[in-house]
């Protein structure tokens, strides 16, 4: 069974940092694709960055810049390095596996999700 856990969210000041970290159990993690996304009250979810199985990173032009995505293969671990945050940045945000192995970014080309962690920022 696959399972995606994520941690890190939590409260930051506008301008700080947080990061994010996703577990990946019951796939081979060296040919998955691994992506975030993000959620706001009454938005649809939204592509924040992925990276590909090789590590091909894509980062979402509102946070390139500020956000960077990266693998540990040995943890078997994604992470979302979040800098320079900004109140837009509130949401929950998800992690996501894609079996293709390749950069997407698409919602619906991801397999697996996470439960999703909340990240507030504050003014």
């Known amino acids: 069974q696959v399972q995606l856990v994520e941690s890190g969210g939590g409260l930051a000041q506008a301008g700080g940092s947080l990061r994010l970290s996703c577990a990946l159990s019951g796939r081979t993690f060296s040919t998955t694709s691994m992506g975030w996304f993000r959620q706001a009250p009454g938005k649809e979810r939204e592509f924040v960055a992925a990276?590909?199985?090789?590590?091909?990173?894509y980062v979402a032009d509102f946070v390139k810049g500020r956000f960077t995505i990266f693998r540990d293969s040995a943890k078997m671990t994604v992470a979302l390095q979040m800098n320079s945050l900004k109140p837009e940045d509130t949401a929950v945000y998800y992690c996501a596996a894609d079996r293709s192995g390749f950069i997407r970014r698409s919602p619906t080309a991801f397999d697996y999700w996470g439960q999703g962690t909340q990240v507030t920022v504050s003014s």
């Open positions: 990276i590909s199985w090789s590590g091909s990173t």
